[in-house]
């Protein structure tokens, strides 16, 4: 198993992830969003008509965090960095991402979850943070 395998197994179960994205004036923008990481990349699902959308598309730097723990010795995460490609639902290369949020978030969403979700949510996309830059941190190993 490589490194960033053992990182998707870690945090699959972590609800959300935070994301950063760049501003049209160059402020930054931090967001949290549910998120499945698959090995082709991180989607991290939002709406189309949302400002972390909006700047994705104009600036696609973004870094995202994903982490657990509460107490110092429970501590862990990683950051992932790079360019984010804006994906909608209707695009084929997103069935597998959509068949691992659906199947990742079925429980937040039983019985009628997910037509409150898509009523609620008419634009929801995805932004896809391929291999990029990533870090991580776990303080349960550490000594």
Known sequence: MDATEGLRKTFRDVPACRIATVQPDGAPHVATRWFV???????????????????????????????R??????????????????????????????????EKYRTFLADDGFERLTASVPALAFLRLGSGDIDSWDHRTSP
Not at 37 to 43: F, I, M, P, T
Not at 51 to 58: F, H, L, M, R
Not at 77 to 88: E, N
Request: proline share 5%; glycine share 8%.
């Open 69 to 102: 723990g509460r107490e110092w010795v429970d501590l862990a995460g990683v950051r992932l960095s790079g360019l984010a490609a804006p994906i909608t639902v209707e695009h084929p290369d997103l069935r597998g991402a959509m068949t691992a949020f659906h």
């Open 37 to 67: 990481w698959l090995e082709e990349g991180l989607y991290v699902a939002t709406r189309q008509d949302d400002v972390t959308w909006k700047n994705a598309t104009t600036e696609p730097r973004v870094s995202a965090v994903i982490d």
